[in-house]
């Protein structure tokens, strides 16, 4: 539905609205009789002189022109009333909303800069699930009183992306995906471990507030398994296929030592504000913390997950295979794309074509470079010859670093805005870098430089010329450069500061990739191959993630499209159909954001000509920061309209 198409069917959408129009119809039809009876009694053959009636036609046209221009004002200040009413209440129910989900969500409140509820986790009960579901339809029914049509156009922005996020969650909601809260490579159980990097530790208070919080980890880790012995009953669980990978993610996060936990770091460099006679006591309750309620915890939740969950779940990959499965895939493909009527039949078709199509690019590629031999040996080559790894993690790191500082010195030239935060490159955590992938972005909380993981875990898996592509994608110009500009977003709700439609991030991601082309990044036929690898891994997701979710790709059969298709590692094809495997829907974003991006551009590339600025361009684009795609092309139109008139 259009955000900014005014409800016609809805009688209670405005209540200013509905006695706008009878108002002004009610002083029309007085001036029309007062008119009529003047002029009436005034008339000549009625006993009036022609002065008269000359004079009483002067005076009632001024009494007429005086009478409408006071109709426009009131019709005019009716609707500035009813703009500032529904401004104003679409500004409480923002405040209303971020409030009930920083109740609601203590680990998201602290990610977004709110420290006041740092002393507790959240509570995840099926009550407590089913609170959040009545909230949210409360908060969306009081969105549907509010005329969209009358509110400026930022804000009129702001409506489209609240009513798409809530109108989600309700969606997704009936599918109770909190029975599984886990997927191959993350979940409640690996947030746990680096929730001390979004905590406010800077007074005794904070780090009082920041031990509440890790005493309350086992009753969190408690509600958790209840819910996954829920989705056992019910059988909304994980595929039995997949959970030895997810088991060695558990396996890394068993600590014996207090000092080994990362949830210990911030008791070992304490900041000046915490006074020298409180760290002995408060290093103490964060031993027995962790000793007490930590490490106890996870040991809890490896015995579960080794012994009950593992062995009980279910044999089948598909999503569709799960109760109501068909409906819960087709509800996470339309929230992955944020296209409302696109189908899994659709996306898999645009898959095969891309696969086709990027396919002839790769073919010309390696008729370039001379190679003796097929397709398949020169994937080969690629993924066994030792001229394309490194030895050593710091090499990785180092080289992934020198690449991203490259792509800094040229963003002026593609951005006419950049922002201010600045970012770091680091490895993948330890813990988690055997099941996770190459790399990712990590913004970390408001204020703090974001992270650019690369994963250095199985080097000779890591290739060189993959790097270019997941630097552009991972740091600058992709979800760095995104995300910065978006928590640097002024007069907006605070919703939209981390909002992130996946559609459009991803998509923003794969696109900054194929930039890295005029960015002069890709320096040699191998790292262009590289670029057109992750591209084509990106196209087979389209592919794979619905075939397997509809229930006709094996898990051995999505390896080997992805085995054929890309120069991915062995092990990096793994873990990927796992994940797509674990998080359904998830992997269409990339594709069909990208796809939309480039239209746009070449939309405004045609339109435009000669006066089309790539920096205007890409500015457009992320202007508003995290947007649907509808939202994204209504952007577009808009930016093409106003470079016309200029």
């Given at each position: ?168 969650r ?72 997949i ?9 890394g ?18 900041p ?27 040991a ?16 089948t ?11 819960y ?29 990027i ?69 993948v ?13 990590n ?36 979800h ?81 499209y ?40 070449h ?44």
């Amino acid at each position: 539905m259009d955000p900014g198409r005014r409800r016609e069917d809805d009688w209670k959408f405005n209540a200013i609205a509905r006695f706008r129009f009878p108002l002004c119809q009610i002083l029309a039809m007085r001036l029309a009789f007062t008119r009529h009876w003047l002029y009436r009694f005034w008339r000549p053959d009625l006993g009036g002189s022609d002065t008269k009636a000359m004079s009483l036609k002067s005076f009632t046209f001024r009494a007429s022109m005086l009478l409408m221009l006071l109709t426009q004002a009131a019709w005019a200040q009716s609707n500035e009333t009813a703009a500032a009413g529904a401004a104003a209440q679409l500004t409480q129910l923002f405040a209303d909303e971020r409030e009930a989900y920083w109740t609601s969500e203590p680990l998201a409140a602290s990610g977004e800069g709110v420290h006041r509820f740092d002393d507790r986790l959240p509570t995840v009960t099926p009550a407590s699930q089913g609170v959040r579901l009545k909230t949210d339809q409360a908060l969306f029914a009081r969105l549907q009183l509010i005329d969209a049509k009358t509110l400026p156009a930022q804000a009129q922005v702001s409506y489209a992306l609240f009513e798409f996020m809530l109108r989600q969650r309700i969606v997704l909601a009936r599918h109770r995906e909190w029975r599984m809260p886990l997927n191959s490579d993350s979940g409640f159980h690996a947030d746990i471990l680096y929730m001390h990097e979004n905590a406010e530790l800077r007074t005794v208070a904070d780090f009082d507030r920041y031990l509440a919080r890790l005493r309350d980890v086992p009753r969190y880790f408690d509600e958790n398994i209840s819910n996954m012995r829920l989705g056992l009953k019910d059988g909304f669980t994980l595929p039995r296929e997949i959970l030895d990978g997810v088991a060695a993610v558990i396996a890394g996060e068993q600590f014996t030592e207090v000092n080994d936990s990362p949830l210990f770091a911030p008791f070992e460099n304490y900041p000046i504000g915490v006074p020298v006679a409180e760290r002995a006591r408060l290093t103490k309750a964060a031993e027995i913390a962790i000793r007490s309620s930590i490490i106890p915890a996870y040991a809890k939740f490896q015995q579960f997950f080794k012994s009950e969950y593992q062995p009980k779940a279910r044999r089948t990959i598909a999503a569709s295979a799960l109760p109501g499965g068909k409906e819960y895939y087709a509800d996470l493909a339309r929230y992955f794309t944020t296209l409302p009527d696109v189908t899994p039949e659709q996306i898999h078709q645009i898959g095969l074509d891309e696969v086709k199509r990027i396919r002839t690019e790769m073919d010309s590629i390696i008729r370039e470079l001379k190679f003796k031999g097929s397709f398949a040996d020169f994937l080969t080559f690629l993924r066994t010859d030792p001229q394309f790894y490194v030895s050593t993690p710091d090499e990785l790191v180092r080289e992934a670093s020198w690449l991203a500082k490259q792509v800094d010195g040229r963003l002026p030239e593609f951005f006419g805005h950049l922002p201010r935060t600045p970012y770091g490159v680091r490895p993948v955590p330890s813990a988690i870098a055997p099941n996770y992938t190459a790399g990712r972005y990590n913004g970390g909380a408001p204020g703090a430089a974001g992270q650019y993981w690369v994963n250095t875990y199985a080097l000779n898996t890591r290739a060189l010329y993959m790097l270019p592509a997941l630097t552009l994608h991972e740091a600058v110009p992709g979800h760095h450069l995104q995300t910065a500009i978006a928590r640097e977003l002024v007069d907006v709700p605070a919703f939209r500061l981390n909002f992130y439609p996946h559609a459009f991030g991803e998509g923003w991601g794969l696109y900054a990739e194929k930039l890295g082309i005029e960015i002069g990044l890709y320096k040699t036929p191998y790292e262009n191959f590289g670029r057109l690898s992750y591209e084509m891994w990106r196209a087979c997701r389209l592919v794979v993630d619905t075939g397997i979710h509809s229930g006709a790709m094996t898990r051995d059969q999505a390896r080997a499209y992805l085995s054929s298709n890309t120069s991915l590692s062995a092990h990096e094809i793994a873990t990927e159909i796992d994940r797509y495997i674990a998080w359904p829907g998830q992997a269409l974003a990339y594709k069909i954001g990208e796809l939309k991006i480039w239209a746009l551009r070449h939309r405004a590339q045609a339109a435009l000509g000669t006066d089309f600025d790539i920096r205007d361009f890409h500015d457009a684009v992320l202007a508003n920061g995290g947007v649907t795609l509808p939202v994204l092309e209504a952007q577009i139109e808009s930016y093409i309209a106003l470079k016309k008139v200029e």
